[in-house]
């Protein structure tokens, strides 16, 4: 069973720019969600995807944007980076066909410097 | 989602029980505790979740008290590979599933 991988690793980018990330959710899974995680805090949810759809969302703004594919995969875009976007951004997939509380299963994230 | 509070940080000398303590006296009847934990650099990782009744895994042992407001969760043998970040989460049905409330966890050292 393959698990939740996240690319890049590592990202730096130049206030104003703009980045996307890229997840492939767990086998089987067909909901995804994007965290951001700044330093020493633990995660924020960003929002969920489901059925190719947003269908839950955080207190992020709208220049955080995401896609979620036929295969489950999804991305993150952010555009008109800003110094306090430098965070770990974080994927998670779960199966909700095994009910609501089916746990969520995190990769490793991706390392996003904006300079 | 009901709020937890946890402790800062935690020490366990290596191939002892760690026992991480939570408390959400907030907790709603059909809301689950969830624990997850994070090593350095890495994705949260699952650990264990329960609703009312103890529940164990493979790798660890879930305790929730009869009265739901607090709960443990034991590491039976910690090791050195344990040392991390330990959350502990309460989940209810809001309609969005993917939505957790990560606090600021238990730092966990486990050492020699």
């Known amino acids: 069973e393959t698990g939740v991988t996240q690319s890049p690793t590592h990202l730096i980018k130049t206030r104003g720019q703009q980045v996307t990330l890229r997840c492939s959710s767990q086998?089987?899974?067909?909901?995804v969600s994007w965290y951001q995680q700044a330093l020493g805090q633990g995660p924020q949810f960003i929002f969920q995807?489901?059925?190719?759809?947003?269908?839950g969302r955080g207190n992020f703004p709208p220049r955080f944007s995401g896609l979620q594919f036929p295969n489950y995969s999804s991305e993150l875009n952010v555009n008109a980076l800003e110094l306090d976007d430098s965070a770990l951004y974080l994927c998670a997939s779960s199966s909700p066909r095994t009910g609501w509380s089916s746990p969520l299963h995190f990769g490793n994230g991706t390392r996003l410097t904006v300079t | 989602d009901a709020k937890t509070t946890q402790p800062p940080s935690m020490d366990c000398a290596e191939g002892r029980a760690a026992n991480l303590p939570c408390n959400h006296s907030?907790?709603?009847?059909?809301?689950?505790v969830y624990w997850y934990r994070q090593i350095h650099s890495q994705g949260p990782q699952y650990i264990i979740h329960g609703l009312k009744n103890n529940e164990t895994n493979e790798m660890a042992s879930l305790i929730i008290t009869e009265d739901r407001k607090s709960s443990t969760l034991i590491l039976p043998h910690a090791t050195l590979r344990d040392t991390a970040v330990y959350y502990c989460i309460v989940r209810g049905d809001t309609g969005t599933a993917s939505k957790l409330t990560f606090g600021t966890g238990t730092r966990l050292q486990v050492t020699l």
């Open positions: 995807y489901y059925r190719e759809e947003e269908n």
């Open positions: 907030t907790i709603s009847g059909n809301e689950y």
């Open positions: 086998s089987g899974h067909n909901t």
